[in-house]
Nanobody, 118 residues
Framework: QVQLVESGGGLVQAGGSLRLSCAAS????????MAWFRQAPGKEREFVAR???????RYYADSVKGRFTIYRDNTTNTSLQMNSLKPEDPAVYYC????????????WGQGTQVTVSS
């Protein structure tokens, strides 16, 4: 059974930092890129960042560019370093996986809550 498990969420002051981690298991993830999405209350889930299988290519939403960095820790783990957190960043953050040749994410984590206090 495929599992993506996020960790590292919590409460941080505006301007602070958090690092989220995602561990994947249950099958081989060879060729799979990893991504982070987030969903705030009353809003749709939105893309945050993606890293390809090779780790060479990274993509970011404009809203987090320059503040967030996605890493490929190994073949199954990814992390998201979030710096300079803003009041608009609080959300449930989800890890997702998709094969780099496909457009659909086929594996999702349960999410981890990020709260930013002003």
């Amino acid at each position: 059974q495929v599992q993506l498990v996020e960790s590292g969420g919590g409460l941080v002051q505006a301007g602070g930092s958090l690092r989220l981690s995602c561990a994947a298991s249950g099958r081989t993830f060879t060729g799979y890129g990893m991504a982070w999405f987030r969903q705030a209350p009353g809003k749709e889930r939105e893309f945050v960042a993606r890293i390809t299988w090779s780790g060479y290519n990274r993509y970011y939403a404009d809203s987090v560019k320059g503040r967030f960095t996605i890493y490929r820790d190994n073949t199954t783990n990814t992390s998201l370093q979030m710096n300079s957190l803003k009041p608009e960043d609080p959300a449930v953050y989800y890890c997702a996986a998709r094969h780099d040749t496909l457009g659909t994410y086929d594996s999702w984590g349960q999410g981890t809550q990020v709260t930013v206090s002003s």
